[in-house]
Each structure stands twice: as C-alpha cells, then as structure tokens.
C-alpha cells in the first residue's frame, strides 16, 4: 500500500513515528496552525489503523474530521502559513503516485487533502461498500505524509 511512497516518506510509515512528526511539527506553533496540525494527525491516526492494523475502512471513514480545516477556510485562513515553501521533489517521489505534487503550495496539498476527505465521506454514506473507498483512503493517507513530510522541522 504505502510501500510505493517508502522512498519519499521515509521513516513516517509507522504510526509511532508519524505522530512524533507531528508533535514537533506542532511544538511551537499556536492557534490556528496547532489546531489544524492537530486535526491532520488525528486524521492520519485512522489512516493508520487501516493501514497498519487491519482496522475496516468502513469503520473509519465517518469518524475523519474537517471542522478546523472548514473553519479555517471560511475565514480566509492562508493555509500557506504552515509553510511557505513550495513542496521540494523528494528523492524518489517521480517514480510514485505522488509525482504531481514538487513545485506545488502547501495551500493545494491541503486543500487536496480535505477534499478528498469529504469526497470520501461522500461516498461512503451513499455507496459504503466498495473497496474503491479503501483504495481512496490510502491515498488521503499519503498525502498527509506527504504534507507531514513537507512541514516537518529539519
């Protein structure tokens, strides 16, 4: 599943590992961006147990969240906040379906990321069957390691 990705997001694909990544992303920030942070990693947490735990997606789905994401949007927030920098062509990410993303802004993966989300939630409340939806949410998934990746103290 993510092996596909192990090159670019190197050292993320244990639950463990990731939500370190996003506590130091989160040390230091405050308000908004900390919020955001916050609903990225309880996101990632439920990608995680699909992934790596067997959990069913179904399961899971309806319990992502993008109320932050939402208020954050509403009030013209500038996503771009949590890094301005355009996100780099991490060694390997040409040969993985994240090839489109180097050169791209914060502000797109995320606004990526959220949309997916609730295309996800969308069909899975109309259509909660598929193993399309799993396929779907590994690809979510993804992108918020990405994204983790991106941001990420150095």
């Not at 092996?3 to 996003?22: D, H, N, P, R, Y």
């Not at 147990?49 to 993008?66: A, C």
């Not at 009030?75 to 489109?100: C, V």
Request: hydrophobic content about 40%; proline content about 3%.
């Amino acid at each position: 599943m993510l092996e596909s990705v192990a090159i670019v997001l190197a050292g993320m694909l244990t639950s463990g590992k990731a939500m370190a990544m996003f506590d130091a992303v989160r040390k230091g920030k405050k308000g908004n961006i900390r919020a955001l942070i916050e609903e990225l990693k309880n996101n990632s947490r439920l990608c995680f147990r699909v992934v790596n735990d067997g959990v069913d997606h179904r399961v899971v789905i309806s319990k992502f969240s993008t109320s932050e994401y939402d208020r954050l949007n509403k009030s013209g927030f500038n996503f771009n906040a949590l890094k301005r920098a355009k996100i780099p062509a991490f060694e390997g990410i040409q040969e993985t379906d994240l090839a489109s993303w180097p050169g791209k802004s914060t502000e797109e993966l995320i606004e990526n990321i959220y949309d997916k989300i609730k295309d996800l939630k969308s069909r899975d409340q109309f259509k909660p069957d598929g193993r399309l939806n799993r396929r779907r949410l590994i690809n979510i998934h993804k992108r918020i390691l990405l994204l983790l990746r991106h941001v990420r103290p150095r």
